[in-house]
């Protein structure tokens, strides 16, 4: 059976809703901790997993628990679409797409919203703003 990368990334066929749901969830759950964040006064997430040393495996954790099942369910997901598709499964391959569509607009939407709130709550406009003006 020859596979080519292709393949994994196809956007038709089963499981194309996977592409939409998987990170709708993620984007959900990253607004959800970024508000969280901003709301406690912490840094930005990304930041504080490079930056902040003392807490970084507590900062780890504590995300990993936030998208646990989320990620779970993208990589059972992929892995039986695989199944169906290919009639194999490649578990690299379903980490890596897991991680893509779970993980990564999480970290993104987190650290986005929690700058954004913070933001808004200090009163900063932005670079080149004036207070008031958007």
């Known amino acids: 059976m020859d596979l080519s990368l292709m393949d994994f990334w196809r956007l038709d066929g ?17 607004i ?3 508000r969280r964040d901003a ?16 807490r970084r495996r507590e900062s780890l954790k504590e995300g990993l628990m936030a998208i646990a099942v989320s990620f779970a369910v993208a990589i ?3 892995g039986v679409i695989q199944y169906d598709v290919h009639g194999i499964v490649h578990p ?5 797409v897991g ?3 779970v993980a990564s607009p999480y970290l993104l939407l987190r650290g986005l919203v929690c700058r954004i709130m913070q933001r808004r709550q200090h009163g900063d406009p932005g670079p080149g ?3 008031g003006q958007l």
């Open 14 to 30: 089963p499981g194309h809703l996977r592409f939409v749901m998987q990170p709708l969830f993620a984007v959900l759950l990253g």
């Open 32 to 34: 959800r901790d970024g």
């Open 39 to 54: 709301k406690a006064g912490v840094a930005p997430y990304v930041y504080r997993i490079i930056f902040d040393s003392p």
């Open 76 to 78: 059972i997901m992929d």
């Open 92 to 96: 690299v391959a379903a980490l890596v």
């Open 99 to 101: 991680g893509l569509l």
């Open 129 to 131: 703003r004036a207070v």
